[in-house]
């Protein structure tokens, strides 16, 4: 069985790909060798026709990986909205062939595949198929991105109970501060609140960083995420 996270959030811009480079950078820590993938990404950068896709491209470049960013993202589109509407504007279906492939080669080759979803849960891919599913079809524990700030509790739970109502299986949640800190109330009570009250652990809460480059997403990781909540989905079945 391929071993790996499928990281969702509670919303888009939350802070998934941040978290998808902080994990392959924590779990790499632990010893493993780890690849990450991106597999639908829409608002690509149009460079002379040929697609760019910004997060697979920060996680490949993170991941120190050598495949071909088509590995990594298989589907691009450059309409910056959910890959139903994207792919209808343009004409291109998803194609999941590709997407299945590319996810059996990584998974052959590194020990484990952090694979970033689009959006949040129900994203629509196709008219049928969400990112929920696509979540099922890669048979991945999810990780839950979520913000620090009010509103954050009932997206948060939305989010987990539906999954664990449809049968997934949730390891954790990231809290992120995707914007610099207000110090609010809410801010300061939140991430005790849902240690408390979700169904699943908080895996911690990650800060805001004032740049990407570097160690400072790997030092952050190492001080913030608790990394034995993970550790046993790779090490057990599951
Ligand atoms: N911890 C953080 N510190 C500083 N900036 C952050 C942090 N987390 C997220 N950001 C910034 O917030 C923005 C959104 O983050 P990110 O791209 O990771 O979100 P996302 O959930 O992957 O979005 P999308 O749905 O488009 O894939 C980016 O500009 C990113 O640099
Ligand atoms: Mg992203």
Do not use: W
């Given at each position: ?39 639908i990404e829409s608002g690509c950068l149009d460079e002379s026709a040929i697609l760019l896709p910004a997060d ?109 109502k449809e049968g997934l299986r949730v390891a954790g949640i990231v809290i992120n501060y995707n914007q610099p ?58």
């Amino acid at each position: 069985m391929a071993k790996g996270f499928f990281i969702t959030g509670t919303d888009t811009d939350v802070g998934k790909t941040v978290i998808t480079v902080a994990l392959i950078k924590a779990i790499g820590r632990l010893g493993f060798s780890v690849g990450g993938m991106k597999p639908i990404e829409s608002g690509c950068l149009d460079e002379s026709a040929i697609l760019l896709p910004a997060d697979g491209m920060f996680i490949r470049t993170a991941a120190h990986m050598e495949e071909g960013i088509r590995h990594i993202t298989p589907c691009c589109f450059r309409s910056p909205l959910a890959p139903l509407p994207a792919s209808e504007i343009e004409g291109a279906p998803v194609d999941f062939e590709k997407i299945r492939k590319a996810f059996a080669d990584l998974s052959r080759k590194y020990d484990v595949v952090v694979v970033e979803g689009i959006g949040g849960l129900l994203v629509p891919i196709t008219k049928d198929y969400s990112v929920i599913d696509m979540a099922r079809d890669f048979d991945l524990p999810l990780v839950v991105v979520t913000k620090p700030t009010l509103g954050t509790i009932n997206h948060t739970l939305l989010t987990v109970n539906y999954a664990i109502k449809e049968g997934l299986r949730v390891a954790g949640i990231v809290i992120n501060y995707n914007q610099p800190p207000e110090n609010s109330l809410a801010e300061r009570t939140n991430p005790e609140l849902l240690g408390r009250i979700s169904p699943v652990p908080v895996i911690g809460t990650f800060p805001h960083l004032k740049d990407m480059e570097g160690p400072t997403i790997e030092k952050a990781a190492e001080e913030t995420l608790d990394m034995s909540i993970l550790g046993q989905y790779l090490t057990k079945d599951i």
